[in-house]
């Protein structure tokens, strides 16, 4: 047996010994803080072996560890690195508004952004998935979130192909709040077709919302009429057409 750094301490301390006394703290030191139950009686004699073997199974459990820690962080820090870049982008820019120029510029930056430093970031957070993904237990914590994010890879890395496109889900989650909210209010839609025609109209709301619409004036403006318009102009009826509209 190859007798490494923990074990020659436990040597030290085993020799050590004299009448019955023995160098605890150095066995602990060597244990990763824990007391070897090979020399554990006082008058029993250290059996190197056993000591060296347990002194070896506490420190790969705390260099496991260890290193899940300190690749989590990892993750974290490359997630945040993602986040940084439309963080700059909206301080430089002040994000979307009403503005159809402002708002071309902003995504315009974020991308350009995005494609100069996100690749490298994603790499390399693909690459450490796929590492922990042979290391971590599948059911555990840490190991369900790997699978769930390499699953989806290609869905979460879609925002390198369309600026228009959020990192998070955030936004949408909030807007849904009230919905939840208050969704004893309308549990009786009528009939099973008006499910999605509400749900509809929740969208246009919330997307004239965000594009900060007042929305009374959008409906009041957009609805009479609507049956006699063409399908080929209803483009003209979005927010975001409503919007560039109040902006010029």
Known sequence: MDIDEPCIQLASACRSRSGGSRDDRAVERAMGGKRSTACAQPGSDCN???ACAEAHR???VQTKSNAADSELERVVALMDNLFA???EARDEFGGASLDAATNERFYAARHALRQERAPAWLGELQALLLKMKARVLPKSIAGKAVAYTLAR?????RFMEHPISELSTNWAENAMRGIALGRKNWMQIGSKEAGPK???LFSI???GRKLGVPIRKYLASGLPGLADRSIRSLAELTPAAYAAHLAK
């Open 48 to 50: 190197l072996r056993d």
């Open 58 to 60: 506490a420190l790969k």
């Open 85 to 87: 870049i439309d963080r």
């Open 153 to 157: 890879w290609q869905k979460l890395t």
């Open 198 to 200: 509400i749900a509809a």
């Open 205 to 207: 709301v919330e997307s």
